[in-house]
Structures are given as C-alpha cells and as structure tokens.
C-alpha cells in the first residue's frame, strides 16, 4: 500500500453505464491528480486539484467529470464512456510544492468500456 | 518528438547484470522523477532529483542539468526488478511522462 487507495481495481462497464471512480488519500497531501494510462502511450494528465480547487484540466471530454470534496477524497465520474476510454486510471497525491517529496500514486483502476 | 525520450523501450537481463536507463527531456524542469509501474498497475516513486546523483539500495538515480539527461542504473539485478521503469519531468508543475523502459532479469 502506497498510501493512496484506489477502487474499483478494475472495472467493466457498458457505453451507456453510469459509474465512478474512488480515490482517498491520507498523507495529508493536498494536490491530488488523475492520470489516464492508455496501451503503449505515455501517462497523460486528466485533472489536477489542489486544496479542492480544480486548478488543470487538460481538455478531456466532458464524459469524464471529477470531483474533490475534500483534500483527501477523489472522484471520478463517468458516464457514456466510448471503448477507446478503456485504459489504466491512476490517482496521484502530492504535498502540492516543490519541496515535497513527489508524488505518491495508486494502484489504478483498470476500465474496460463495452 | 517527445518532450521526454527514454532508451531502451524494452530491456531483457540475466540477474546480477548492472542494468542502466536513460531518459533525455528536451523541457525546463524543477525536478525529473524515476517510477517503477509492476504488471498490476501500481506505480512507485523511486527517486525526485533535481541535481547530482541519489542512491538507494541497489537503485542509483543521476542528472545532468546541463546536458539534460538522467540515467537509472541497477546493480545486482535480480528478477524481482522486472517492471516498466518510467522517467517524468516536473515542468510548470505539471509531470510529463516517457513512454517507460520495459526491463525483464531472468534468472
């Protein structure tokens, strides 16, 4: 354990499903983070929040919506998702500046879309 | 072109072999990051440098500013080191990833 918490570990959902994704860490970080891992792609930058406050999102589609209600919980939610949004989902938290220690990820949650 | 290269893309050893990972970024950065991602997923931070050269365990991390340039290195691998390394640069606080090093050690 990393120290932050990912679930589903995995998951398959059909286009028209409605499901989210949790996220919690308790490391006391307060930027927290969800990458998108597609096969044989680099890990790209989906949101970014810090102190709660959404401060990136790096024009993913609208099908994909976050939310952060407090510094040590993140959602996911998606809803009519296409096959090409299977991929690995990685959660991420840091201490948010440059000081910090890096990042600490999670284990990810494996989405299948049929 | 990436932002961030890595070489190789895939890596195959013997145990005990010293193994060694580059990664060239062509970005500014306040700091580069090795990660260790196990077949299941999960990732692991290894090292954050921004200078210089860390050590931990078997696992040594070092950057060249000048040249930008990092290399991860494994000494005495062994076959529980078999996992995607990947290299990610801290620029305007955002990670940008390489595509990750795919090592395998074999007994």
């Known amino acids: 354990e990393t120290g932050v918490t990912q679930t589903p570990r995995h998951l398959v959902m059909g286009m028209t499903n409605k499901k989210s994704l949790k996220c919690e860490q308790h490391?006391?970080?307060?930027?927290m983070y969800w990458y998108k891992q597609s096969a044989k792609k680099p890990l790209e930058l989906m949101f970014v929040?810090?102190?709660?406050?959404?401060?990136e999102n790096n024009s993913v589609p609208s099908r994909f919506s976050p939310e952060c209600p407090n510094s040590s919980h993140l959602f996911l939610h998606l809803h009519t998702l296409q096959p090409e949004d299977s991929a690995l989902y990685l959660c991420?938290?840091?201490?948010?500046?440059?000081?910090?220690?890096?990042?600490?990820f999670g284990s990810g949650t494996r989405l299948t879309v049929v | 072109k990436n932002e961030v290269e890595q070489s190789p893309q895939n890596l195959t050893a013997q145990e005990g072999e010293f193994i060694t990972i580059n990664c060239s970024y062509s970005v500014g950065i306040s700091a580069l990051h090795w990660l260790q991602q196990h077949p299941g997923g999960g990732i692991v931070s290894l090292f954050m440098l921004s200078s210089g050269k860390k050590k931990h365990g078997r696992l040594i991390a070092t950057i060249n500013i000048q040249e930008k340039h990092s290399s991860l290195h494994i000494t005495a691998s062994h076959p529980r080191d078999s996992a995607v390394y990947i290299c990610a640069v801290d620029n305007t606080d955002k990670l940008i990833f390489g595509t990750g090093t795919r090592l395998q050690v074999f007994p």
């Open positions: 490391l006391g970080h307060n930027a």
């Open positions: 929040y810090n102190f709660k406050e959404q401060t």
């Open positions: 991420a938290s840091s201490q948010g500046d440059t000081d910090s220690d890096g990042y600490t």
